[in-house]
């Protein structure tokens, strides 16, 4: 049962920016709470790549192309991961998607995001 719901993609221009939003609906607080959560994406003929990660504690990881574009947030109450996207370009195109850090679950359908002008 896929357990994340991603949204929030688009089509958006050069240098414009996106927040996606992955939510838990069928999990409870508990569960989803001590979770470190990943948000990847997947752009066409490449592999799936883990691009921020937020951890139980709050510390947050960003890969290298990303950093200082991208902020990554989780609220607990909420069962919400959101993924804030600015300064955005051709390289982000991606269906993206989020997922358990550690025991990743079956993965969702994802949310299509397309920067182009």
């Known amino acids: 049962q896929v357990q994340f719901v991603e949204s929030g993609g688009g089509l958006v221009q050069p240098g414009g920016s996106l927040r996606l939003s992955c939510k838990a609906p069928?999990?409870?607080?508990?569960?989803?709470?001590?979770?470190?959560i990943g948000w990847y994406r997947q752009a066409p003929g490449k592999q799936r790549e883990l691009v921020a990660s937020?951890?139980?504690?709050?510390?947050?990881n960003y890969v290298d192309s990303v950093k200082g574009r991208f902020a990554i947030s989780k609220n607990n109450s909420r069962k919400t991961v959101w993924l804030q996207m600015n300064s955005l370009n051709s390289e982000d195109t991606a269906v993206y998607y989020c997922?358990?850090?550690?025991?990743?679950?079956?993965w969702g359908q994802g949310t299509q995001v397309t920067v182009s002008s």
């Open positions: 997922n358990d850090l550690r025991t990743p679950r079956s």
């Open positions: 069928r999990m409870i607080f508990s569960t989803f709470s001590p979770l470190d």
């Open positions: 937020i951890m139980a504690g709050g510390g947050v």
